[in-house]
Structure formats: structure tokens, C-alpha cells
């Protein structure tokens, strides 16, 4: 939505679609969350865990920023999953989807 993110988005030609490089999220009080749900048509997500713990201050705040280098690789190798350029714990129905796609996620 129009004004309360920084985020830059790229075209992937490999996944066909957006490719987000940052994230830049201002979502960084109550009243900025409720304000880019109240624009986005989205007011039902502060029912939600994540969204109930930002409005009763049980977590602390934060605010996104920098460019993400695994999305970068991934967008400079032409890869169509950061799983590719990153190695981390994946679950094991993500890595089957994967391997049929002919997607090589690193372990």
C-alpha cells in the first residue's frame, strides 16, 4: 500500500514474478500497524498472535531496513529459491516440492 513501506521490488525472470530486495517495513507502533491495516482492508490480522502481541506491548518493537544479501545472490544467480544461496533447517515437504521442480536447496 501507498506510504508505509520502503520496500524495493525487482522483476524475477526465473519465478516470474516480484522479487522483493528490502524490506523497509514502518510497522513500527500501534498506531502505524493499525493505520497500514486499516488502508490495506486488512483490520482481521489484529485478531492474530503476531498483531495481538504488538498492541498489548508484549514484544518489543521493531523496523526493517537493509538490503537482504540471500535474496540479492538469489536474484544475481538467478535462483528461484533462497534455499539455493542459504543454507538453513527446510521442512521436508518444501525440499520435495522443490526437488521436483529441479530446485537444489542446500543442506
Known amino acids: 500500500m501507498h506510504g508505509l513501506n520502503g520496500?524495493?521490488?525487482v522483476w524475477n525472470p526465473v519465478t516470474k514474478r516480484r522479487h522483493e530486495m528490502t524490506s523497509m517495513g514502518i510497522r513500527v507502533?500501534?498506531?502505524t500497524l493499525k493505520k497500514q491495516l486499516e488502508m490495506s482492508g486488512q483490520l482481521d490480522f489484529l485478531k492474530l498472535p503476531y498483531h495481538q502481541a504488538i498492541m498489548n506491548d508484549d514484544i518489543p518493537l521493531s523496523i526493517g531496513g537493509g538490503i537482504g544479501q540471500t535474496r540479492t545472490h538469489m536474484y544475481l544467480l538467478k535462483k528461484a529459491h533462497l534455499g539455493e544461496v542459504s543454507v538453513t533447517v527446510w521442512p521436508k515437504i518444501l525440499k520435495d516440492i522443490c526437488k521436483k521442480r529441479n530446485i537444489h536447496v542446500l543442506e
Open 29 to 31: 507502533t500501534k498506531e
Open 7 to 9: 520496500d524495493i521490488l
